[in-house]
């Protein structure tokens, strides 16, 4: 938004100044000052701010084991393969209904959970494969539940949108816009009324921030303190209709001020910037329960579902976020701080496109659930 | 025992029970409850086991679904039933619906509960009976009781219940005095109806605020026309316990079902198919219903008595069907 990013900018330090205790409510916690990442959306400017952080950001490249980062390339590459193989099986007739991909948002889901530990909690909405399989799902377990068979994760039961593990910490994609955060809200409230110091990472979407449950829930967080971290996947598009159109400020970080709650702006196509302000907020959250708002820009390359004909935006634009593609800025950091090379990334796609066509051959040999599962699961004993 | 009394002892005998109960909602706590069915919880037990919300019906039932995901087994308190449409998208979309589209991994043990129906004159946002709404959707659990033991005992039940349950109080019946059961482990089980007075000629099906009506209209039919009506209430909408009416209407062969609901596609809509369905040839009259009028509930007090169910409109009901 290239428009208006002085002013957003201007607004950006007021943030900062408000959190060096100026203003009471939000001093303590605000961690604007923390971050380098402003709320820049505009690829170039976005693209210099990476490039300014680019040697601290190699430095927590190194602090890290060579085998963790691996799994965070390889979740992404994962990510990605699988959901353009679920846009290839789709417009074969072998996914039915409604089916949101994930594409170009690797790096928000990668950098998020892999920061969490034992105990804590995951929620998201319908945009769920690559959550649900980096919580721990298999890929065969994804793929069978698009496809509609009994080995898939829920029984053929709930489909793309509803993907769930209750032993993984994995609480659901969720099809209702918004009705995730309140429920991510409770969850962490179940923590903090147990007494653990576990978290919740809940995800949504930025058109979701419309909904009144939103601000309902975000109210009863910083109220109650509940360890919830609610992450707003900014993807600039609630369907067809850009944020620009549907929500009067662009900046959703600066909303949690309205809460006196912590918010950072995170670039979303760096995936240790990700994590490193979820790390901030995971801490936040395990010391008393403070919760806290990520705004994580990102980019669907996707439509919204498979159904989408993206009328409402350029081919240009879509190429335009696409030169800051999440994987790629990932794997030159990794190169330039000498973890991995070429072969070892060709490696990985390999094993991922393996995986890939396991989890496909699995869902096409399963077989369909037995019709008397019509009435299983309507109410427990 | 008052039917708030009997409330708040099963709340306090759950929440000592399971230290994973514990009650949220609007005044529950400081100010003991806007119908003081939680009155003096707040003291015994603190801010953990009985939370004070915010006004925000739809958050504060969403933190009781995920708080029930979580292992929690909340009881949600809505001021009025009125207010659970704010909430709806959680009750509807969310509660009843978790357990199946996880494919059985997450059911959720939460009580909403509250007043329903009409109180004395609050105008029509606040006079909605809702049972119909709630009782459509594969997934939840209603109840309604009409005395004091049952009020408890289906409390402790629903509370136990690993399921959504909606539970529907009655605000002008709260102070309703009758038995209740000493016992701490005193719990009626949901989806059995209960004959609340034997009879040979007709059978009412009542619920909740037209029970207490049902029976005095059976005792003015007694003594002026010597019939014999039976009055049964299925105290569960859903489960609904249709053998116990079926049968009754098979010895007795006649119907009236009262109910403050509006008419279209109520309750005693359902309850008239299935007997259709499975008591068609018992039937020696059509079944006859008495609900609130098809309008939005007037304030004026002559024209909320217009609207609403009464003794006299199930008497002459009753006439009707016995032909009288």
């Given at each position: 938004m290239p428009k208006t990013a002085t002013r957003q900018k201007e607004e950006n330090k007021t943030t900062q100044n408000s959190a060096n205790g100026k203003n009471e409510t939000a001093s303590k916690t605000t961690p604007s000052a923390e971050s380098d990442v402003t709320e820049n959306y505009d690829v170039k400017e976005a693209q210099a701010e990476f490039n300014k952080r680019r040697k601290s950001q190699i430095a927590s490249i190194k602090k890290l084991d060579k085998e963790f980062l691996g799994e965070m390339l390889y979740q992404m590459i994962l990510g990605r393969r699988f959901e353009q193989k679920c846009a290839e099986v789709y417009r074969m007739g072998k996914i039915g209904g409604f089916c949101h991909l994930y594409i170009g948002q690797e790096a928000i889901a990668v950098g998020t959970m892999t920061a969490l530990k034992e105990g804590d909690y995951v929620i998201t909405s319908y945009r769920d494969h690559v959550q649900a399989m980096i919580a721990g799902i298999t890929p065969e377990a994804v793929m069978a539940e698009l496809y509609g068979k009994a080995t898939g994760n829920v029984k053929g039961k709930g489909g793309s949108m509803h993907m769930f593990s209750k032993e993984k910490g994995f609480f659901g994609g969720h099809g209702?816009?918004?009705?995730?955060i309140g429920v991510g809200t409770g969850m962490a409230y179940a923590q903090k009324y147990k007494g653990t110091d576990n978290v919740t990472l809940c995800f949504f979407g930025e058109a979701a921030v419309n909904q009144g449950i939103f601000h309902e829930s975000l109210n009863m967080a910083q109220l109650w303190k509940l360890p919830c971290i609610y992450i707003c996947e900014n993807n600039k598009y609630g369907m067809g209709t850009s944020q620009k159109r549907a929500m009067s400020i662009a900046n959703i970080a600066k909303k949690a001020e309205g809460f006196g709650m912590a918010g950072e702006f995170v670039d979303g196509m760096d995936v240790m910037a990700v994590r490193d302000a979820t790390l901030r907020a995971i801490e936040r959250g395990r010391k008393d329960g403070s919760p806290t708002l990520l705004e994580i820009r990102a980019y669907r390359y996707m439509g919204h579902s498979m159904s989408d004909p993206g009328k409402y935006r350029t081919t240009e634009e879509i190429k335009k976020y696409q030169e800051r593609d999440p994987i790629i800025l990932f794997q030159d950091s990794l190169k330039e701080a000498k973890v991995f090379t070429d072969k070892d990334f060709e490696e990985l796609m390999t094993k991922a496109n393996e995986a890939v066509e396991a989890a496909v051959k699995f869902a096409d040999e399963s077989p369909f659930p037995d019709e008397s599962e019509l009435f299983t699961d309507v109410y427990a004993d | 025992m008052t039917i708030r009394d009997a409330l708040n002892a099963a709340l306090r005998e759950e929440i000592l029970r399971d230290e994973n109960v514990f009650i949220m909602g609007e005044e529950v706590a400081e100010y003991d409850g806007a119908y003081k069915v939680t009155r003096g919880l707040w003291k015994e037990f603190g801010d953990k086991r009985v939370v004070d919300t915010p006004i925000t019906e739809l958050g504060f039932a969403a933190v009781g679904v995920g708080a029930a995901m979580a292992g929690l087994r909340p009881v949600v308190e809505f001021m009025t039933w009125n207010f659970s449409i704010l909430a709806a998208d959680q009750i509807i979309n969310h509660a009843a619906k978790m357990y199946y589209m996880s494919g059985g991994q997450f059911n959720i043990p939460i009580v909403f509960r509250g007043p329903n129906g009409s109180a004395y004159q609050v105008s029509s946002q606040h006079s909605q009976a809702l049972e119909a709404m709630y009782a459509n959707f594969p997934g939840l659990k209603v109840v309604m009781p009409s005395t004091a033991a049952d009020a408890k005992g289906l409390l402790k039940s629903a509370i136990r219940d690993n399921n959504p349950v909606i539970f529907l109080e009655q605000e002008t019946m709260y102070g309703m005095k009758s038995e209740v059961p000493d016992d701490e482990d005193f719990t009626i089980p949901l989806g059995v109806a209960d004959v609340k007075r034997e009879g040979s000629d007709c059978t009412i099906v009542a619920r909740s605020f037209t029970v207490p009506q049902a029976l005095k209209a059976a005792e003015i039919i007694q003594a002026e026309f010597d019939v014999s009506v039976e009055v049964v209430d299925?105290?569960?909408?859903?489960?609904?316990?249709?053998d116990t009416i079926v049968a009754s209407v098979k010895k007795t062969n006649r119907l009236v079902i009262a109910e403050?609901?509006?008419?279209?596609?109520?309750v005693g809509a359902e309850i008239s198919h299935q007997v259709m369905e499975n008591a068609f040839d018992y039937l020696d009259a059509p079944i006859k219903r008495i609900s609130t009028a098809e309008a939005p509930m007037p304030y004026a007090r002559n024209l909320e008595v217009a609207a609403l169910p009464s003794v006299e409109k199930i008497v002459a009901a009753v006439k009707e069907v016995c032909y009288l």
């Open positions: 209702i816009v918004g009705g995730q | 299925p105290r569960t909408i859903k489960p609904l316990d249709i403050e609901s509006h008419a279209f596609a109520s």
